[in-house]
């Protein structure tokens, strides 16, 4: 077979399959062109971005959403305090550290000091006698119990959250303040030395109670949400520290934990927006005084809450206002806390990602 003979021109570039070495150029040279214009590259064009299309329109979707929340959220914040401001003004004590209620009066008089120190104390309790109980559950429920168990549990877990909160109250009241009558007779026969647990009676309608029943009800609400985030620990680290040869304990001391910690910390927070806006429940099972007191058995206690309750039905004018000024305290208090498990969260992701 032959060696096909070299072109006359090419030295100057020849010719290729019928086309010349400048003609070559100018089409490699040339952009790719589309219906919709020049290419780019060998790759074909990318589809021009639509004025008006379905993402913006979710873009402006979810941006409205947003803004609607914090609009609400002002708005709650404007009504209350336009309510407030005149029974403020009406107040001859001083409303933050005036232990008593009586905005009925010819001179009213009333504060918010024993309601915000029972709502923070009874949300306290409860979380100190919830937390490691629901946290135990959930951790049992997702590397302990075989899966039909823990499915079969996780669902009554869920029931027991949508229970409403006058049953937990009426059932706080009439059956389980017994037990806890007896129980504050023990503490106070034991560790009646302790402020806590001091005084002479009578017992039942207490703190302790109202702590009981607000830990039974946030119970489900952290499980559940722990339980999830137990769940979606990814299933390598979990493998990779048995491997090294962890027990299951050592296991999920090391990589679950750590992992689910900002989900934990969530989970506890909504519990505690749960506890601190409680009515009924506290209104049915709490003695109903105004004072701050630290014993926990004695008949006794009362919340911002329960007292809006309460008191609302029997108030006048400047009553009400004095109601709506408590809310007003409860809901800053609410704001703060999830503002605090917020940033509690966020640090804890920021630490995280900085360290990975």
Do not use: C
């Amino acid at each position: 077979m032959g060696i096909p003979p070299r072109s006359a021109n090419a030295g100057t570039g020849g010719t290729t399959h019928g086309w010349s070495a400048g003609a070559s150029a100018r089409v490699a040279e040339a952009p790719l062109r589309t219906p919709d214009g020049p290419g780019l590259g060998g790759g074909g064009a990318l589809p021009r971005a639509r004025r008006f299309g379905a993402e913006r329109a979710f873009r402006g979707l979810t941006m409205a959403a947003g803004t609607t929340v914090l609009v609400v959220i002002a708005a709650i914040a404007v009504f209350l305090i336009a309510k407030a401001v005149p029974a403020l003004q009406a107040n001859t004590e001083n409303f933050w550290t005036y232990e008593g209620w009586s905005p009925n009066d010819t001179e009213p008089k009333f504060g918010i000091g024993a309601l915000a120190f029972g709502t923070l104390l009874s949300s306290a309790l409860a979380l100190l006698m919830a937390v490691p109980v629901a946290l135990g559950i959930a951790l049992y429920l997702s590397h302990y119990a075989p899966r039909r168990l823990g499915t079969a549990l996780g669902f009554l877990i869920d029931l027991l959250a949508a229970v409403p909160s006058v049953v937990f109250g009426l059932w706080g009241r009439d059956y389980f303040s017994g037990p806890v009558t007896d129980l504050s007779v023990w503490l106070n026969t034991y560790f009646g030395w302790l402020p806590l647990f001091g005084g002479d009676g009578p017992y039942g309608a207490s703190i302790l109670l109202g702590a009981l029943v607000l830990a039974i009800m946030v119970l489900p609400i952290i499980t559940s949400l722990s339980r999830e985030v137990f769940l979606q620990t990814p299933t390598a680290n979990e493998e990779a520290a048995l491997a090294l040869g962890a027990t299951r304990w050592e296991m999920i001391r090391t990589a679950v934990l750590p992992y689910g910690r900002p989900g934990i910390i969530a989970a506890v927070m909504l519990g505690l927006g749960r506890a601190l806006g409680e009515t009924i429940a506290l209104a049915l099972t709490l003695g109903i005084t105004f004072g701050i007191s630290f014993n926990l058995i004695e008949n006794g206690g009362n919340t911002i809450a329960a007292n809006i309750a309460n008191a609302f039905g029997e108030a006048n004018e400047t009553g009400r206002g004095a109601l709506i000024a408590s809310g007003l305290v409860l809901f800053a208090i609410t704001l703060i806390v999830n503002i605090t498990a917020r940033a509690i969260i966020y640090r804890r992701r920021e630490f995280t990602e900085s360290a990975a």
